[in-house]
């Protein structure tokens, strides 16, 4: 069926009905139904509705694609057909699990391009290096395949580029596959991590799992999560989402609002309005490496690669009536 309709079969549409009325396995189900149903607009993207501004940047990166892109990722990001070699130009960029994960990935494969294999396929088409354009058009482009196709990933600012280009402006080759991977940000292991908060510190292993970790009063200058990690490593970046209240991660610590009462109301996620990110070798004196503001469900805080044994992340603004600070899905990442 996914041939079918990938392929454009005359009737693709008649013969999947036919199939998904005399075949109720599960799968048949799932896939006519997908097929004949595709997802509305654009779509993907993870929870939160985007800012005027995110908006702007990733319709931005559509007005690219359709007019580069396309050429050889195809109008729905699977290819653009070469029936005589039984290929496509390009491989698919919907569903790439390199596109989808950390976001350095496609920032790196834009601006210095990328030659060789990608899943065991070789192409005849090459993906040309496009660093002569400026970061915000990477950025854009970026973040709208990541959010496009049915991906999930979350947005590239221009903040990130010029990061990866400040990172690789001795960089002369394409890359390949396996070498850009291995240039990547990791996130650890949490294997040996402790972790501990100035509230609710019982729960503060939530924070690394889908359960959430959350702060049970308003956010408050001062407040702190750490992560003491089992032995020093360099590292660069900081990841945590900030689920809203009433989304999809449900249990008792969701990050839902919270009044001065202590009562919950329903508001914007417990991300956190502004934040510092310290680091220690003892757990006694810390060095500042990040400060900034979170802007939405994911935040995600990158550094100049730093040895680290103890992480702290603390809260540097009190925000009257605002959501208790929430944590899930915490990762620290090293550098390799
Ligand atoms: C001339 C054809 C062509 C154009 C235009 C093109 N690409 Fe590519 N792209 C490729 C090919 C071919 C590959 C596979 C690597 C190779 O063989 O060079 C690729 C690989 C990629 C990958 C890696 C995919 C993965 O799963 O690892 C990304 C990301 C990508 N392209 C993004 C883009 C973006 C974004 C644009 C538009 C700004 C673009 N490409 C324009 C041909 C093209």
Redesign the pocket.
Same mark, same amino acid.
């Given at each position: 069926m996914l041939t079918l309709n990938r392929w454009k079969v005359p009737d693709a549409a008649a013969t999947i009905k036919t199939t998904m009325e005399s075949n109720q396995a599960r799968g048949v189900q799932v896939v006519a139904s997908t097929v004949l149903n595709p997802p509305a607009g654009r779509g993907g993207g993870r929870g939160d509705p985007l800012t005027a501004d995110e908006q702007a940047l990733v319709d931005r990166g559509a007005g /690219?694609?359709n007019e580069?892109? $396309? !050429?050889?990722?195809g109008p729905d990001g699977f290819g653009?057909p070469k029936p005589e070699l039984s290929t496509t #130009? !390009? +491989? !698919?960029?919907a569903g790439? +699990?390199?596109?989808n994960g950390h976001r350095d990935?496609?920032v790196k !494969?834009?601006l210095h391009?990328?030659?060789? +294999?990608? @899943?065991n396929? &070789?192409? &005849? @088409?090459? #993906? #040309?290096p #496009?660093g002569n354009?400026n970061d915000e058009w990477v950025a854009a /482009?970026?973040s $709208?395949?990541r959010r496009s196709f049915g991906n999930t990933g979350g947005l590239v600012v221009p903040a990130d580029v010029a990061r990866v280009r400040a990172g690789t402006a001795t960089r002369k080759s394409?890359w390949t596959?396996p070498e850009?991977i291995a240039s990547l940000p990791a996130a650890l292991f949490t294997d040996g991590w402790k972790v501990s908060a100035s509230h609710h510190a019982d729960a503060a292993g939530d924070a690394l799992t889908l359960t959430t970790w959350n702060a049970g009063a308003p956010q408050q200058a001062g407040m702190w999560f750490q992560v003491e990690l089992p032995k020093p490593q360099t590292i660069a970046e900081i990841q945590f989402e900030s689920p809203a209240p009433g989304g999809r991660a449900g249990g008792p610590g969701t990050g839902a609002a919270v009044t001065s009462g202590g009562a919950p109301v329903a508001g914007p996620g417990g991300f956190p309005r502004g934040y510092r990110v310290e680091v220690s070798s003892d757990g006694t004196s810390w060095k500042p490496v990040a400060e900034g503001r979170g802007s939405g469900r994911s935040t995600v805080i990158s550094f100049a690669p730093v040895q680290a044994r103890f992480v702290r992340i603390s809260l540097t603004e009190t925000a009257e009536n605002a959501p208790a600070w929430s944590i899930q899905a915490l990762r620290v990442y090293g550098v390799r």
């Amino acid at each position: 069926m996914l041939t079918l309709n990938r392929w454009k079969v005359p009737d693709a549409a008649a013969t999947i009905k036919t199939t998904m009325e005399s075949n109720q396995a599960r799968g048949v189900q799932v896939v006519a139904s997908t097929v004949l149903n595709p997802p509305a607009g654009r779509g993907g993207g993870r929870g939160d509705p985007l800012t005027a501004d995110e908006q702007a940047l990733v319709d931005r990166g559509a007005g /690219i694609y359709n007019e580069l892109c $396309f !050429a050889c990722h195809g109008p729905d990001g699977f290819g653009t057909p070469k029936p005589e070699l039984s290929t496509t #130009m !390009a +491989p !698919a960029l919907a569903g790439s +699990p390199r596109v989808n994960g950390h976001r350095d990935y496609i920032v790196k !494969a834009v601006l210095h391009g990328l030659t060789g +294999p990608v @899943d065991n396929k &070789t192409y &005849t @088409d090459v #993906m #040309m290096p #496009m660093g002569n354009q400026n970061d915000e058009w990477v950025a854009a /482009i970026a973040s $709208f395949v990541r959010r496009s196709f049915g991906n999930t990933g979350g947005l590239v600012v221009p903040a990130d580029v010029a990061r990866v280009r400040a990172g690789t402006a001795t960089r002369k080759s394409m890359w390949t596959v396996p070498e850009l991977i291995a240039s990547l940000p990791a996130a650890l292991f949490t294997d040996g991590w402790k972790v501990s908060a100035s509230h609710h510190a019982d729960a503060a292993g939530d924070a690394l799992t889908l359960t959430t970790w959350n702060a049970g009063a308003p956010q408050q200058a001062g407040m702190w999560f750490q992560v003491e990690l089992p032995k020093p490593q360099t590292i660069a970046e900081i990841q945590f989402e900030s689920p809203a209240p009433g989304g999809r991660a449900g249990g008792p610590g969701t990050g839902a609002a919270v009044t001065s009462g202590g009562a919950p109301v329903a508001g914007p996620g417990g991300f956190p309005r502004g934040y510092r990110v310290e680091v220690s070798s003892d757990g006694t004196s810390w060095k500042p490496v990040a400060e900034g503001r979170g802007s939405g469900r994911s935040t995600v805080i990158s550094f100049a690669p730093v040895q680290a044994r103890f992480v702290r992340i603390s809260l540097t603004e009190t925000a009257e009536n605002a959501p208790a600070w929430s944590i899930q899905a915490l990762r620290v990442y090293g550098v390799r």
